[in-house]
């Protein structure tokens, strides 16, 4: 038997006992009711029937009620009247109605479990989705009142629901940031408005993490809000991503602006150095040309020579600032250390400056305390007072003065020099110690120089492990540079000591004798060459000319010079192949002290001259009583040291 075959036996029997049961409470209630009544019983067993059996059921006794329901009406059928019959149809449409109605509750029923369950998966589903979303999610009431957090509230905070209900939820704020949270979200809730807000959370562990926060609201049809759904957002890891690029972005920036700043100062160097170059130039070519074809007294003559030779002196200057500033960058610059004379040093300085400072009418006021003996290079320390000097005389304006002072403080020595001139501005005084800055760097600057002294000062200074600062109270207001250098001894530098070069004031030393020396002098300027030849030859020296790397080869072969003098840059073949050919040589030639006269002048090019075979390495322009005491040194006509030249860049001898 099928499982449809015993669900419809279970329905007939069910409404065939409900019809039955009925007719039987009928009988038993006939002696006292009798005929007056014939369906009383029945209404209940049909209501009965299909809400226990269903449709079916209740048809079935229904159908069943409707034949046995007249035998309380009338003895039988043949003697219904038509008001009986009327009564039997009423019975009947009332039976469907009753079945109709029994129908609709069993299928409300139905229908309302179905909506349960459907209702009750659907929470299921939100909760799921509510509680694992990486979200902080929660429900307000109208009024603000937070009655439902999931399930990653409680983790991040670690507290339940319960402990965050309402507006418990101000507890895992920022008590700085809360106040504004407080009024946006009020003001969200008065306007029944979308609410967004950015601040921090505090974590279970009281570590604060950034969130964005947002609440929509649900409202009814007439626009009053039920709830709000609100969400927290963790942005803590984009707010430091941002962070992170707005660095970069600003490094790049600022990279940016650099390089430009860069570009622009390399252009104005570049415009200044010219200027600077060319001035001088000038009033050497231009008194060159007078003294050359107008008419010349003695007067003259001397006026022209000493221009020439100031100004000549000044490219000089500019050249070694450049070269010098060449080797602190590339962190080349050596110190001779050696125990010094401070006071001495800045005497010396002073007296160098005396007639420019003459010049100006400015007065030099000294306040010098006496200094143990102390170590430090002492060319490199002159040179730093000298810079600030010199810079200090030429920003001091006619009828000024400058101040130097010379004091111990404490374990460091101070030398002050303070002049009363123009001044440096505020904006400005953060950029003194930079290469190429100059506070005027227009066309129209009444001051020269290629802004270069100034930090060549700073990197010597620091060299000796010391300090330079400025201080100015503004334009027009003067200037106060110190140095401060310890007491203790400094770092030393690698390589030989070297020595005095011999005066300047002589062109041919009276304790140099060059008779009888055969100097061989290469170089393919012909101008360079015409002077080493006549200074040379005012020595007595026997000198030998070539103007190319090969016919100095040719001529070392044939004359067998004692010294050769020789340039590097020379075309074809330059003054370093020309010296390994000639080392490389079997012959007595290849012995032949040399020196190398050349404008390459920094620390790499004087190694790769001692490395090809040079002796020593003298840069352009070079002093004649340098040239002539070297020459003299490898001829052995001296003691046999290596000599120094005046500018600070010392020759070598290998």
Request: charged share 25%; proline share 4%.
């Amino acid at each position: 038997m099928t499982k449809l075959t015993r669900e419809r036996i279970r329905v007939f029997l069910i409404g065939l006992a409900a019809a039955l049961a009925a007719a039987l409470v009928r009988a038993l209630l006939f002696r006292f009711v009798g005929t007056s009544i014939p369906f009383l019983t029945f209404f209940p067993a049909i209501i009965l029937a299909s809400l226990w059996g269903g449709t079916r059921a209740g048809v079935t006794a229904s159908l069943l009620s409707l034949v046995l329901a007249p035998f309380w009406m009338s003895p039988g059928f043949k003697a219904l009247d038509r008001i009986a019959w009327l009564n039997l149809l009423f019975f009947a449409l009332t039976c469907a109605l009753i079945v109709w109605v029994v129908r609709q509750i069993h299928w409300s029923r139905r229908k309302s479990t179905e909506l349960d369950a459907k209702l009750a998966d659907t929470e299921a589903r939100f909760r799921h989705l509510a509680d694992n979303i990486p979200q902080l999610a929660w429900m307000a009431r109208p009024d603000g009142h937070i009655f439902w957090y999931n399930r990653r509230w409680s983790e991040y905070t670690g507290a339940t629901a319960g402990e965050m209900d309402g507006w418990k939820w101000e507890k895992v704020h920022d008590p700085d940031i809360l106040p504004e949270v407080l009024k946006t979200w009020r003001l969200a809730l008065e306007k029944r408005e979308p609410w967004e807000h950015t601040f921090p959370l505090r974590r279970h562990d009281g570590v604060f993490r950034w969130f964005l926060s947002r609440a929509m609201p649900l409202c009814d049809s007439e626009g009053r809000v039920v709830y709000w759904f609100g969400s927290n957002t963790d942005i803590t890891e984009q707010r430091e991503h941002a962070e992170e690029r707005r660095r970069i972005l600003e490094s790049e920036r600022a990279a940016r602006s650099n390089a430009e700043r860069a570009s622009l100062l390399k252009d104005e160097f570049l415009a200044t150095l010219s200027h600077e170059l060319r001035t001088p130039l000038n009033a050497i070519l231009g008194w060159t040309q007078l003294l050359r074809t107008g008419e010349r007294d003695e007067a003259s003559l001397d006026e022209g020579l000493q221009t020439i030779e100031r100004n000549a002196r000044a490219q000089t200057r500019i050249i070694e600032d450049l070269l010098e500033m060449s080797r602190i960058v590339s962190g080349k610059t050596r110190l001779d250390v050696q125990p010094i004379d401070l006071a001495g040093i800045v005497e010396s300085a002073v007296g160098t400056l005396a007639p420019a400072a003459a010049a100006k009418d400015v007065r030099i006021v000294k306040v010098l305390d006496p200094i143990q003996t102390m170590s430090g290079d002492p060319a490199r320390l002159q040179q730093v007072l000298w810079n600030l000097l010199a810079n200090a005389i030429k920003f001091t304006p006619k009828g000024g003065r400058v101040d130097i002072v010379l004091q111990r403080i404490n374990s460091h020595v101070e030398i002050s020099v303070t002049d009363n001139g123009e001044g440096i501005s505020p904006e400005f005084l953060p950029f003194v110690f930079d290469r190429f800055r100059q506070q005027d760097a227009s066309k129209t600057r009444r001051h020269g120089g290629l802004g270069l002294g100034l930090s060549i000062v700073k990197n010597l200074t620091e060299l000796h492990g010391g300090s330079v600062r400025v201080e100015s109270e503004g334009l027009g207001k003067g200037a106060t540079f110190t140095v401060s250098l310890p007491l203790v001894s400094v770092r030393q530098g690698a390589g030989p000591r070297v020595h005095p070069g011999v005066d300047q004031d002589e062109v041919c030393p009276v304790d140099v004798e060059l008779e009888g020396v055969r100097v061989l002098v290469v170089d393919d300027e012909r101008d360079s060459l015409e002077f080493v030849r006549r200074l040379l030859k005012e020595c007595k020296a026997s000198v030998l000319t070539a103007s190319s790397a090969a016919e100095g080869l040719r001529l070392i072969r044939a004359e067998h010079p004692d010294v050769i003098v020789s340039d590097i840059g020379m075309p074809e073949k330059d003054g370093l192949e020309m010296m390994r050919e000639l080392r490389g040589q079997s012959a007595n030639n290849s012995k032949i002290p040399a020196i190398a006269l050349t404008a390459f002048a920094r620390s790499e090019d004087r190694t790769r001259a001692m490395l090809a075979g040079y002796q020593i390495h003298l840069s352009k322009p070079v002093q004649p009583q340098e040239l002539v005491a070297a020459v003299a040194n490898l001829a052995g006509r001296t003691g046999g040291e290596a000599v120094t030249n005046t500018h600070g860049d010392r020759s070598e001898q290998a």
